[in-house]
């Protein structure tokens, strides 16, 4: 069954430390891997996007990375601001068809 | 550029009303079209895509439906709402194929009372 699973489910640090949030999924055949931020009561924002061939892609604070021989991903946050406060959801791309397997999820605290 | 539009913004309806929820994509031709809804604390659950005009596919059976009767805009309706239609609702859309990125709505609040 192609799923994609998250932890953990939330997480709270205080700002300016650094975080690292894990994905692991059974997608196959297995087309690409992203990242989203959902602020609260808004739609996902596209982080960064990896295919099988790719380690790691960073933006900016952001960086994830792939392995898609274990099947797992990690984004790793540094120096976390209050403005990272937000779920983080991970996304696989089933291969040859038009559907988006998502995770549930982790919500992300950065207190003051 | 392409803008996703979604409305309402906030929806409070009682069981048993009908339901409609619509989205329009500015910026773009021919995209595909998609609608999830997000419960509290959960993921995102695909109800509905569609790849052209009067092409839909349901993805979960339930009392819903969608439409899509001109290239960029996409609906969600239901005749009858149920307590559990309760939910975050969100419309996506793609360019291309599964590798490009799927743009999201800013979102539709139901509440079913």
């Known amino acids: 069954k192609n799923q994609v699973e998250q932890s953990p489910q939330s997480l709270i640090i205080l700002e300016g430390k650094n975080c690292t949030l894990q994905?692991?999924?059974?997608?196959?055949?297995?087309?690409?891997l992203r990242w989203y931020k959902q602020d609260t009561g808004r739609g996902p924002v596209s982080l960064t996007i990896?295919?099988?061939?790719?380690n790691t892609k960073s933006n900016g604070r952001y960086t994830a990375t792939l392995d898609a021989d274990t099947k797992q991903s990690s984004l790793h946050i540094t120096a976390s601001q209050l403005s990272d406060s937000a779920s983080y959801i991970c996304v696989v791309t089933h291969s040859g068809t038009y559907k988006y397997i998502f995770g549930t999820g982790t919500r992300l605290k950065v207190l003051a | 550029s392409q803008t996703i539009h979604q409305w309402p913004a906030t929806l409070v309806q009682p069981v048993g009303s009908p339901l409609s929820l619509e989205c329009t994509v500015e910026g773009t031709s021919n995209p595909n079209l998609y609608w999830y809804r997000q419960a509290a604390g959960r993921g995102l659950q695909l109800l509905f895509y569609s790849v052209g005009i009067g092409q839909i596919s349901s993805e979960v059976p339930q009392n819903l439906s969608a439409s899509r009767p001109q290239d960029r805009q996409f609906i969600l309706s239901s005749k009858k709402l149920l307590l559990s239609d309760s939910g975050f609702y969100l419309c996506?859309?793609?360019?291309?194929?599964?590798?490009?990125?799927?743009?999201f709505g800013p979102g539709t609040r139901l509440t079913v009372l």
């Open positions: 996506a859309w793609v360019a291309g194929g599964p590798w490009d990125e799927q743009f």
């Open positions: 994905c692991n999924y059974t997608v196959s055949p297995f087309s690409n």
């Open positions: 990896m295919t099988f061939s790719e």
